[in-house]
Each structure stands twice: as structure tokens, then as C-alpha cells.
């Protein structure tokens, strides 16, 4: 059932640029820099920062512009998009000295959402922009201490294993009795199957990415899915995707890692993390990597059950994963799966940072905060039961704001909300909540 539902706009759709708002008052931004002049594309060698054909391509058009969250934050032209790419221009052409302030501040503050690149006529692939600006501007010690020790720590294989030790998420190794036809590889038909979905089944092995955050912060997110697909394997000795890496100014480890983890993960790789999802397709092909609902879809998996608050169906809303939706432009899985189990409710504002953004909100809490506040104000105005996230981080942002601000609303990962309604199914119940008030989700 799906009710509330606008036609949320597509995130290929091109929307007219607003009017500045003021900056927020206490933002702390309220005498930030004035926008200059926008040159146009950079002449001459310059730095070779950036690939100068993606810097070129801007036509500072300013469409972007409504669909930035710190632009809407501030009101300023240098939080824009199109205010950030005249900044990485001035830097390139030199006619801003690599050790200006404003560059720090707008590397930092950017989110990373690519809210900007659906929005924009010219094709600009902002964030193949970004991830170069903080190669050069977050080099070495210039990186935020809390992203160097992440960083570190993912990048140690040991170290995420021992995760497991302690968090029970799923283990390596096919289920006994599901899986793979013998010596194939090849998924099998489960009891929930539909009859049809056999047919469309990969051929090819199925690899479950545990995730560096998600299998030490969420285990059951990673049990769920092989409730759901007993099929999908989870090949041992996982590393971290690359992403955090990536996104925090090492672009070649996340490269490097990227590939080191599609080696251990045979065939199909499955994902509960939009970002990671987006990171490893850039790397290993568009075909090789899909999300959770994007491959419940192309294997023909009909979501089984319902979840029901006090006998009712639940009220559900979506999140989206900033680079799901900006990235690959998956919108539509999600939202079926949920509506198949729940009564789905869109968020006016579902497809817009929730201020996550991987390490932002440990880098920039006050502005993550400033970000989500929106957010929460919608959840609640929608008189939902359950926000579902496609994506580690934005999980634990939202049960981070939800619990700060005393909400009734539980934040659950689409593999939870799809584990407890097939649940339901098979204990007979058929509700997964006890009340109103506090709904039944399941803990980790
Ligand atoms: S990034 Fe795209 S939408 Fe934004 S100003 Fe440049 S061309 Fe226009
Ligand atoms: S990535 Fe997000 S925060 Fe950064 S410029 Fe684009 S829309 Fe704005």
C-alpha cells in the first residue's frame, strides 16, 4: 500500500535555481565570503589538481544551487556548487594560493551529496571534482585527524574481522542446506520464492559485502539478508570498499582497495550500503555491484508479509542513500520493497541528505546536525512508525537524531524491515509491532 506519495522529483530532472536564503543565524557562517566574480572554464596547464575536461564542463548555469543542502544552509555563493567548482578553478589557474582559508572551509563543508550532478544540464560530475580537490587539499597532515584514524583502522583487514568476533553479523560460508546448486555457484529456489523468480536467478556466484562500518555497528543487517536470500554468499577475509578513502582525499587507496575487495568477492556483489555501492561500481563496472533492493529486483524476489503496528499496516517511510539515488539513480526498488510489506509514506524531502555524509558528521557535527534537522521535523510531521535507510550511515544518523529528540519513530534498514515482515509471515503473527507507541524492531 502507498499513500502520501507527490511525484517526487527525478533526480535527472533539471530545477530552476532559487533565491539565496539568509544564512542561518548562529551558523557561524553568517560573514563568510562574498562570491566573486564565476570565471569560466580554466586556461592554460594550471596545477593539474583536477582533470581539467570535468572542470570545464560547468556553465555556471547555478541550477544546482536549490539542490545543495550548505547552500541552503548559508545562502552563500562559495557553499554552492557552482561556487565551490569557481574556487577549485581559482586554485588550478592559481589565482587562489593552494593555503586559502576559503578553500579549507569549502572542501570541508561540502557534504559530498551530489545532490548537485542529477540538476545539472552540463553533465558535471561533481563528484569526481570533489574526490580531486581533497586529494590535494587533504594531503597528509592536512586530513582531519578523525578521518586519518578510520582510515587506518578499515584499512587493517585483522582488525575488521575481529568486529565479527564480537558482533555477530553474518558468517562466511554458504547455509547449510540453502545455496548454491553443488560445484555451480548458482542460487537456489527458497520457500519464499516466487514460482517466476527462479528464472530470472544469476547464473553467476553471489558475494555478500559485509561492510567495514555496517558489520561492527548493525550485524543484523548482514544476518537479515541471508534470511531473506539464503543464496548469497559471505566470501571470508573482507576488506574495507575504498570509500572512506575516497571521500577523505585518498582517492588511490580507494582504488586500490576497491579492487583488492571485488577479488574476494566472487560475481555478483551484493550491498546494504548505497555509498559503498556507488564507490564499487565506479570501479568494478555497473553490472558487477548492485544494492540490496536493486538486486532483490533483478533476481524477481517478492517481499513476503507485513509489518503491522497495532494490527494496522505499518506507516514507512524511505531515506534515500545520497549516492544510491545521486550516484546510480536507484530510487524506485526501495520504495517497492517497502510498499510491498507496509504502507509506504514519501517524505517530501526523502531524497536530501540526511548529514551522514560517511565522516561528516564526526568532522562537522554542528552543521550533520543543522543538516538533519529538516529531516527529523518531516519524519515527524508524516506520522510514520518506521524510517528505513538503505545505507549504514544514514542509519545511525537518523537513530542518533530520533533518540536525541524523543521520537516514536524506529530507524530500520530495508533488510530488517523486509527480515520482520517475513517473520511475521512465518510465526503467524502477523505484526511486528506491539503498540503504537513503541513499535517492535529488532535489535542488534
Ligand atoms: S555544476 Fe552544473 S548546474 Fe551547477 S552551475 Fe555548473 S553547469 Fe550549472
Ligand atoms: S556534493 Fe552536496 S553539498 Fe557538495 S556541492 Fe554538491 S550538493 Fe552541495
Known amino acids: 500500500m502507498t499513500t502520501d506519495r507527490p511525484s517526487h522529483r527525478s533526480p535527472r530532472e533539471p530545477v530552476a535555481p532559487a533565491a539565496p536564503r539568509k544564512p542561518t543565524p548562529g551558523s557561524g557562517r553568517e560573514s563568510g565570503p562574498t562570491p566573486g566574480p564565476t570565471p569560466g572554464p580554466a586556461s592554460g596547464p594550471g596545477l593539474g589538481v583536477f582533470d581539467k575536461d570535468l572542470l570545464d564542463r560547468c556553465i555556471s548555469c547555478g541550477f544546482c544551487l536549490p539542490a545543495c543542502p550548505t547552500y541552503t544552509l548559508t545562502g552563500q555563493e562559495p557553499s554552492s556548487p557552482r561556487g565551490r567548482i569557481t574556487l577549485m578553478r581559482a586554485l588550478e589557474s592559481g589565482d587562489l594560493a593552494p593555503d586559502d582559508p576559503t578553500l579549507a572551509e569549502e572542501s570541508s563543508f561540502c557534504l559530498g551529496c551530489r545532490a548537485c550532478e542529477p540538476v545539472c544540464p552540463a553533465g558535471v560530475r561533481y563528484g569526481a571534482l570533489l574526490e580531486q580537490w581533497r586529494d590535494h587539499q587533504w594531503r597528509g597532515r592536512d586530513r582531519p585527524l578523525i578521518a586519518r584514524l578510520l582510515m587506518a583502522l578499515v584499512s587493517r ?34 520457500r519464499r520464492d516466487a514460482p517466476e523468480a527462479a528464472s530470472s536467478r544469476p547464473a553467476e556466484p553471489v558475494s555478500l559485502m559485509l561492510g567495514c562500518v555496517e558489520r561492527g555497528l548493525y550485524p543484523a543487517v548482514s544476518r537479515a539478508v541471508r534470511t531473506l536470500r539464503p543464496e548469497v554468499d559471505v566470501p571470508p577475509g573482507q576488506g574495507c570498499c575504498g570509500a572512506l578513502h575516497a571521500h577523505n582525499g585518498d582517492s588511490a587507496a580507494g582504488a586500490e582497495l576497491a579492487h583488492a575487495l571485488g577479488e574476494r568477492l566472487p560475481g555478483t556483489i551484493v550491498t546494504t550500503a548505497g555509498g559503498c555501492a556507488a564507490h564499487l561500481a565506479h570501479h568494478l563496472g555497473r553490472g558487477r555491484v548492485r544494492e540490496l533492493s536493486e538486486y532483490l529486483e533483478l533476481t524477481g524476489h517478492r517481499p513476503a508479509g ?8 505499518a506507516r514507512v517511510a524511505l531515506q534515500d542513500s545520497c549516492h544510491l539515488r545521486n550516484g546510480l539513480g536507484v530510487t524506485r526498488p526501495p520504495r517497492e520493497a517497502i510498499a510491498a510489506v507496509a504502507e509506504y509514506v514519501e517524505l517530501p524531502n526523502a531524497g536530501d541528505c540526511c548529514g551522514a555524509a560517511g565522516t561528516y558528521s564526526m568532522l562537522r557535527p554542528a552543521d550533520s546536525r543543522a543538516v538533519l534537522a529538516p529531516k527529523l521535523a518531516a519524519i515527524e510531521a508524516a506520522d510514520v512508525d518506521y524510517v528505513v535507510a538503505v545505507n549504514p550511515g544514514c542509519l545511525r544518523q537518523l537513530r542518533q537524531g530520533l533518540r536525541r529528540g524523543g521520537s516514536r519513530v524506529r530507524a530500520l534498514h530495508l533488510a530488517e524491515l523486509l527480515a520482520l515482515a517475513a517473520a511475521g509471515e512465518a510465526g503467524g503473527s502477523g505484526g511486528a509491532g506491539k503498540d503504537r507507541g513503541e513499535p517492535e524492531a529488532p535489535a542488534d
Request: charged share 25%.
Open 157 to 190: 583487514p585483522a582488525l575488521l574481522r575481529l568486529q565479527g568476533l564480537v558482533r555477530r553479523h553474518a558468517r562466511p560460508g554458504r547455509r547449510p542446506g540453502a545455496g548454491a546448486r553443488a560445484g555451480t555457484g548458482a542460487p537456489q529456489a527458497t
Open 306 to 313: 507485513r509489518v503491522t503496528v497495532d494490527g494496522r499496516p
